[in-house]
């Protein structure tokens, strides 16, 4: 059975996603808030393409109003359901980022593990942002991480993973495209059928990434009316080394 996205994914991206520390990501964001704006800590945050609320739900147990964005359905319900186990109220929209329509303007957005790499095309990172300019007030931050050029050359490139669970097996096969410094991953998720494991279901999903240059980000942040404060390496606050595989990007929205 084929799908696309993130609709299969869904199914096993917690438990692939289990050693994520959401709690230090969310709380790492919230230093660089502090950071970069000091004189007015977040009230309403945005989380865009939020997943299953890995980073909403500790934001929002801090008491920050928080608003989740996703494109997947599946991934919300997710989100929803460890929301109610966590009497959290985060309210979640199923939107394509680059549609995003909010009710009013939130303090600053987020964007996290990579969700801004999936988008293929210069233009549709370009709408993204011009849309979070709409959204977010004058002054206000945008802080995203993305996965960098060195990693889907070096990192990701032709290179296949594979991660065992008692109850299935997923083997991850890449395929860079040198170019665009695109990969493309085909995931084959096969799950057992019986308590045995004579019997195995085959799943697969697919999913395209483009790593984009620190200049082409920083100029359409610019175009798209946000000036670029700082870029880290993940989880610092210390500039990137050339071997960096995720960096994070602090933006202001421009009164």
Known sequence: MALSGYGLFSSFYDRLMSDVDYDGRAAYLLSLFARFRPEKPPAALLDLACGSGGVTLPLAAGGVEM?????????????RQKADRQGLRPLFLCQDMRELD?????????????????LCRTADLREVFRRLRLFIEPGGLFL????????????????????EEDDFLCVWRN?????????????????????RGGCCLRLTDTVRERAYSERTLRRLLAEEGFETLAVYADGTQEPPREDTERTVYAARRRG
């Open 67 to 79: 608003i989740g964005v996703d494109g997947s359905e599946e991934m919300l319900a997710k989100a």
């Open 102 to 118: 909010l009710y009013g303007t939130v303090d600053g957005a987020v964007c996290t593990l990579d969700s801004l790499n999936h």
């Open 144 to 163: 995203f991480d993305v996965n960098t050029p060195y990693k889907h050359r070096k990192v990701l490139a032709d290179n296949a993973f594979v991660y």
């Open 175 to 195: 395929r860079l495209l040198e170019r665009t410094c695109e990969v493309d991953m085909q995931l084959d998720f096969f799950v057992a059928q019986d308590k």
